[in-house]
């Protein structure tokens, strides 16, 4: 894997911001985008961390994404809008969608927005946290380009087809899920790329369908879906709630966001908040939160575990963690912020150590 170095996340976050302000995103926005990425690092999905930030500048650059959208809200009924994102950072879009579906929920009990013209947008757990912390239960749907084949299909069709979904807790974490169609993220199988690192068997053909072991052959190639046919109709349901119901591209037709720089991805999300009242006293629900958490903790573990954990409390931990002690960086990803650092004028920080081995 080779060096790795640790950053402050307000470090880490203050270079993504002046690396995309520089790129041509008004500061508001780029610190927007910034923060999410940092978001993902502290939270242990390094694959849609600050990672990221070479791709995104470069779909900037040639003109793919626009870096000032005018993101636009269609009231449709009284618990629906329609955003349209103009072909900017998906980012912005998602959370103007989760805003106005929280807005809905709030006047009717639930709210439905639906996405269009967006482009990639990060860690779907970031609108659910969103959610959360405005007091909703949210699910959030997105499709993406081709990177899944369909179950018995050799070639990418479908998109990884990320799910998010969060419900509040009471004294207890929330629940936070958050998860592709993949066995395993596509971004994850970027970074083993990258890294010249080995994917475990069964998770990946290669552009010819042939089962493979190395990332970049499979990166260029195809994700299996998990669970067989299961996760290739749950990815089907994705695309068609998020593209084809949306009027946003689907069917195959979202663009790659790696090797199709031709036109924008016209991307789409939707994006549900369900107040947790509807059908008793908050208290009460959050009462039964704390009691299903509770029941959890204390059922008999399998064999070698130590400890039940409910979605989203590895991840919670893991920003504990990385707050205190910093954001783990390889050394690829470090050569690549630096170059983007001296291309956009950045200030690239100091490691809070010598780096770690």
């Known amino acids: 894997m080779g060096q790795i170095s640790a950053f402050s996340c307000t470090d880490l976050q203050a270079l993504a911001g002046q690396i995309l302000s520089g790129a041509g995103l008004p500061p508001e926005h780029a610190d927007i985008v910034a923060r999410d990425l940092v978001h993902a690092n502290l939270r242990g999905l390094d694959s849609h961390g600050v990672s990221r930030l070479p791709m995104y500048v470069e779909r900037l650059r040639r ?31 998602a959370h103007v969608a989760m805003d106005e579906a929280t807005r809905l929920a709030g006047d009717c009990g639930i709210g439905l927005v639906g996405v269009r013209r967006s482009t990639h947008f990060g860690m779907g757990a970031l609108y659910a946290l969103q959610a959360i912390e405005a007091g909703f239960v949210s699910l959030v ?10 179950h018995g299909g050799r070639t990418a069709f479908l998109g990884a087809a990320p799910l998010a979904a969060g419900i509040p807790g009471g004294k207890h974490p929330p629940y936070v899920m958050d998860m592709s169609m993949t066995v395993i993220a596509r971004g994850k199988i970027r970074l083993a790329a990258m890294r010249g690192e080995p994917i475990a068997e069964g998770l990946a053909l290669d552009a010819d369908g042939r089962p493979t072991t190395n990332a970049a052959d499979a990166f260029e190639g195809v994700c299996l879906p998990f669970g067989g046919v299961k996760g290739s109709v749950l990815a089907t349901l994705m695309d068609l709630m998020s593209g084809a119901l ?56 399998a064999a070698g575990c130590d400890e039940i954990l409910l979605p989203g409390e590895p991840e919670q931990r893991c920003h504990a963690q ?30 809070t150590d010598g780096g770690l081995a």
Do not use: W
């Open 322 to 351: 990385r707050e205190k002690d910093g954001i783990p960086v390889t050394d690829n990803v470090v050569a690549d912020l630096k170059k983007l650092a001296s291309e956009t004028g950045a200030s690239f920080p100091q490691q």
């Open 63 to 93: 003109g793919v994404v626009n870096p000032r959208p005018d993101v636009t809200i269609d009231t449709r009924t009284s618990a629906v809008s329609l955003v349209d994102g103009d072909d900017g950072m998906g980012f912005i879009a």
């Open 246 to 301: 949306t009027g946003a591209n689907f069917g195959g037709d979202v663009k790659s966001l790696y090797f199709d720089h031709s036109e924008p991805q016209n991307l789409g999300h939707l994006f549900f908040a369900i107040r947790p009242d509807l059908f008793m006293a908050l208290e009460d629900f959050e009462g039964r939160m704390d009691c299903f958490y509770e029941r959890i903790k204390a059922l008999p573990r």
């Open 141 to 150: 749907f997105t499709n993406s380009s081709p990177a899944l084949a369909m």
